[in-house]
């Protein structure tokens, strides 16, 4: 067996006492096997004493230097290849693997027909050629190479049939395919982060963190699984962890040896609370949107969380910036063109399509399925969910597909171009926008336009800032006039609240008990994310506490498991005036009814600054908790005001900072008569319009018919 045939065999097939000591065939069993050290040593050591260079062990040297990412030192070893015989298909093994890891595709591409020749004949060349054609996206090229691959299949054309499918938007299929390796080849590096990436892009929540924790027990903290430790730390609500890792793969980065991962280090941050720094990042990161466009959406998502002065700038510096891409001028022209708008009747029945990334347990989900349950016998419109984002094994499309007058449409494994043609062929007359610039978007689609009227609605706090976005739909709380926040889209307020609180009882919170009160001094709490706890939010609460002896502050913010997120927050909270020790920390429970239940714990829910409440105010109150709110300026800081004034509680929404401990100071001294009333505030919100999801269904339908109208009117 030559030395190259061994680099194709099953790891668990391979002994490597069958091959005398100091033989390439050693070295090359020892590199298969996944011991490279050991695999160095004796590669150099036969180079050494050995004159001229052998080829063969220059050619294992180079390929063992890609494997450890070390890619000067593989591109020296390439030039004495070159040397030596320039036409081997070695080298130009190594020199396609060489400019792949390099990411300059550019130079591959141009290389000649003549380059890939023998990939029939050299299983090593046909596996680069099929790894190049996926990442080039030729998936019908890579398909019919694989056909051609002895059957059954070496490791490489496993992961490379993994790779085609994941290509394909069969990320768990992948997993399901490539996840038994790992016991074949438990020590290949390559094969570990394959089968990381696959099970964090299917969302097959069970396997994520079992995955993490062995391929972190095989490989430590390498550079190329950190982006993902990072991200499971994040899943797992332990952002101090999560930081701790996006600053490693930091360091790995400032040498040459990874890729920074910068979205992920930025989630880290924010999610511990240390918001305010993002308005200050790197001019070169703000200037070049296009270097790493998710990056440029995450900001974008963070500084509308701030209310920062800087959103403005970035987003039409960042939308600019897409609309000159040649590909995105291609989403504009794909095929079908989008549907006209008709002339005719108010009342004339319309398809609308919502467009989320978030078909999950997650807040924009629930509030759909509020509105469509409650409205399924009387709706005017035909609805269509539209998918963008596999959820895996999170996901709720079947609860939607049972809907009657609902349709739920797939387009989570296409990209691009094709997505945009798939949305279209739809033929929606409006298409709603339910994720900005948040995960699972593609607002790239909606810039090139999936219908002739668009609106951003629910899922993002605010302006889409697309030139293409139509309408911008709330309500006059969250748009109070005369209305100052940065905007691209027309205002629409419905004359009825934004949004409407009435759970199904299919849904935890739709059966869900009250819970009895608190025992002892007054418990003032917030339920809402650690990125929302600013340093102004927690001086105003280190007030509030230090004024009210005996009060205490319950905190369910990130896992109980977590301490370096809970570290860095104490340390905030005393820089701040907020004692630690009055705070109580909850652990982050595993279901939505565990988590309901932990509003036992406390009387009156706080509001942060700015980054305000909006599910979490509905469920505080429906589990008979009032919420304390400042009114802000901005979308982002008025949601709980809207869902509060919605309810008919205007005076727990308060004006100004003094108003908001004022009004904390005065609930504390009723406490009784608000533990003995706790029934009253799900009352307040069933009797209100807050309460009515069906006439809220029936105004977003009226609204959606007077757009189109008005835009037949304007085209």
């Given at each position: 067996m030559s030395v190259f045939e061994i680099l194709l065999v099953w790891p668990d097939q391979?002994?490597?006492?069958?091959?005398?000591?100091?033989?390439?065939?050693?070295?090359?069993?020892?590199?298969?096997?996944?011991?490279?050290?050991?695999?160095?040593?004796?590669?150099?050591?036969?180079?050494?004493a050995n004159s001229p260079e052998p080829f063969e062990a220059l050619a294992l040297l180079g390929f063992l230097r890609l494997l450890q990412g070390s890619l000067l030192l593989a591109s020296e070893v390439l030039k004495k290849l070159e040397r030596i015989d320039s036409d081997s298909w070695q080298y130009r093994w190594l020199l396609a693997n060489l400019l792949i890891q390099r990411g300059k595709l550019d130079e591959l591409v141009k290389q000649p027909h003549a380059f890939w020749?023998?990939?029939?004949?050299?299983?090593h060349l046909a596996n680069t050629y099929v790894a190049f054609a996926l990442i080039r996206r030729d998936f019908s090229l890579a398909e019919n190479l694989l056909k051609q691959f002895p059957v059954p299949f070496n490791l490489e054309a496993l992961r490379l049939q993994a790779g085609l499918l994941s290509g394909r938007g069969q990320a768990a299929a992948a997993f399901q395919l490539l996840r038994p390796a790992l016991a074949r080849a438990p020590l290949d590096r390559q094969l570990h982060v394959q089968v990381f990436d696959l099970v964090i892009a299917a969302r097959i929540a069970n396997q994520i963190v079992p995955t993490a924790r062995e391929v972190v027990s095989r490989h430590g903290e390498h550079p190329d699984v950190l982006n993902n430790v990072t991200a499971v730390k994040l899943f797992q609500r332990q952002p101090g962890y999560g930081r701790r890792s996006a600053l490693i793969l930091q360091t790995w980065a400032s040498v040459g040896r990874a890729k920074p991962g910068c979205p992920n280090q930025i989630c880290s941050y924010e999610q511990c609370g240390q918001v305010n720094w993002l308005e200050y990042l790197h001019p070169i990161i703000r200037a070049n949107p296009l270097a790493?466009?998710?990056?440029?959406?995450?900001?974008?998502?963070?500084?509308?969380?701030?209310?920062?002065?800087?959103?403005?700038?970035?987003?039409?510096?960042?939308?600019?910036?897409?609309?000159?891409?040649?590909?995105?001028?291609q989403y504009a022209s794909a095929q079908p063109l989008i549907k006209p708008l008709n002339r005719g009747s108010q009342n004339k029945s319309k398809t609308i399509a919502w467009v989320t990334g978030d078909l999950q347990p997650h807040p924009v989900s629930r509030f759909l399925q509020h509105f469509l349950e409650a409205s399924h016998d009387h709706r005017l419109h035909k609805h269509i969910l539209v998918s963008t984002m596999d959820n895996g094994t999170e996901s709720i499309v079947p609860i939607f597909q049972a809907m009657p007058g609902v349709d739920v449409v797939e387009v989570s494994h296409l990209r691009g171009k094709d997505c945009v043609s798939a949305i279209r062929s739809l033929q929606a007359d409006l298409a709603v926008d339910l994720s900005g610039w948040t995960g699972g978007n593609f607002s790239r689609g909606f810039l090139a336009r999936y219908a002739q009227v668009q609106v951003n609605y629910l899922g993002y706090f605010a302006s889409s800032g697309l030139p293409t976005m139509d309408y911008w739909l709330g309500d006059k709380e969250l748009f109070p006039e005369p209305m100052n926040e940065w905007h691209t889209e027309k205002i629409w307020r419905l004359d009825r609240p934004f949004l409407a609180w009435q759970p199904p009882n299919d849904l935890p919170e739709g059966s869900a008990e009250?819970?009895?009160?608190p025992s002892g001094d007054i418990c003032f709490g917030s339920f809402n994310h650690t990125r929302k706890l600013s340093d102004r939010t927690l001086r105003l609460w280190g007030r509030i506490l230090?004024?009210?002896?005996?009060?205490?502050?319950?905190?369910?913010?990130?896992?109980?498991?977590?301490?370096?997120?809970?570290?860095?927050?104490?340390?905030?909270?005393?820089?701040?005036?907020?004692d630690p020790e009055c705070v109580t920390w909850l652990g982050f429970t595993g279901t939505c009814e565990e988590h309901l239940q932990q509003y036992r714990h406390i009387d009156i829910a706080l509001d942060p600054i700015p980054n305000g409440g909006c599910t979490t105010t509905c469920e505080a109150l429906w589990m008979g908790v009032p919420?304390?709110?400042?009114?802000?300026?901005?979308?982002?800081?008025r949601m709980s005001t809207a869902v509060l004034r919605a309810a008919g509680l205007d005076n727990w929404v308060c004006?100004?900072?003094?108003?908001?401990?004022?009004?904390?100071?005065?609930?504390?001294?009723?406490?009784?008569?608000?533990?003995?009333?706790?029934?009253?505030?799900?009352?307040?919100?069933?009797?209100?319009?807050?309460?009515?999801?069906?006439?809220?269904?029936?105004?977003?339908?009226?609204?959606?018919?007077?757009?189109?109208?008005?835009?037949?009117?304007?085209?």
């Open positions: 391979l002994v490597v006492e069958n091959f005398a000591l100091g033989t390439l065939e050693r070295s090359a069993c020892l590199l298969r096997l996944g011991r490279l050290q050991e695999s160095e040593v004796c590669l150099l050591a036969f180079i050494s020749r023998e990939v029939s004949q050299y299983q790493d466009p998710i990056l440029s959406g995450n900001i974008a998502c963070h500084l509308a969380s701030l209310e920062s002065s800087w959103y403005a700038e970035h987003m039409q510096l960042f939308v600019n910036s897409l609309l000159a891409l040649p590909e995105q001028k009250l819970t009895p009160a230090n004024d009210l002896p005996g009060s205490t502050l319950v905190l369910k913010a990130s896992a109980n498991e977590d301490q370096p997120t809970q570290l860095i927050l104490r340390r905030r909270m005393m820089r701040n005036g907020l919420v304390i709110t400042l009114e802000g300026k901005h979308y982002v800081s004006s100004s900072e003094d108003d908001y401990y004022q009004l904390c100071v005065n609930a504390a001294s009723q406490l009784l008569s608000l533990r003995s009333t706790r029934h009253q505030w799900r009352n307040l919100i069933q009797a209100s319009k807050l309460g009515d999801a069906s006439n809220h269904m029936k105004a977003l339908e009226a609204a959606f018919s007077l757009m189109i109208n008005e835009q037949v009117l304007v085209n």
